[in-house]
């Protein structure tokens, strides 16, 4: 299923996972329905920021219950590590304010 960015508010998103690429990307999948869906802006388009904080405040004003920061190394081998047999992926909870004005400072 293909979800947009503008049409989140019609479902109930269990959880937020922003994917950390490499050299500064972030992208957006959302759970909805325990199934990991990638976050379209346009039809063509995905969400996609350059910082972390860029990606939290777009989706800051959204009711989501839990976000994780996500961050796969496909570069195991490069240091020394065997080839994968396994996952790396690490998750990191990530809070975000229930009132997202307060939080900026003038």
Same mark, same amino acid.
């Given at each position: 299923?293909?979800? +947009?960015?503008?049409?989140?508010? /019609? ?6 996972i922003i994917v !950390?690429?490499?050299?500064a990307l972030y +992208?957006?999948? *959302?759970?909805? /329905? /325990?199934? =990991?869906?990638?976050?379209?802006? #346009? =039809? !063509?388009?995905?969400? +996609?920021?350059? #910082?972390? /904080? ?6 800051? #004003?959204l009711t989501i219950? =839990? $976000?994780? &920061? ?10 020394? +590590?065997? !080839?994968?047999?396994? !996952?790396?992926? &690490? =998750? *990191?909870?990530?809070?975000?304010? $229930?009132?997202?004005? #307060?939080?900026?400072?003038?």
């Amino acid at each position: 299923m293909k979800v +947009q960015y503008k049409h989140l508010t /019609n479902y109930a998103i269990d959880k937020l996972i922003i994917v !950390s690429l490499e050299q500064a990307l972030y +992208q957006a999948l *959302v759970v909805i /329905n /325990n199934e =990991e869906h990638i976050v379209w802006d #346009t =039809e !063509s388009t995905l969400v +996609q920021t350059r #910082t972390l /904080n860029a990606m939290k405040e777009r989706f800051e #004003t959204l009711t989501i219950p =839990e $976000a994780v &920061l996500r961050q796969e190394s496909p570069y195991d081998e490069m240091v020394g +590590q065997a !080839s994968k047999y396994h !996952s790396n992926r &690490l =998750e *990191v909870p990530l809070g975000f304010s $229930a009132n997202p004005i #307060t939080n900026k400072l003038h």
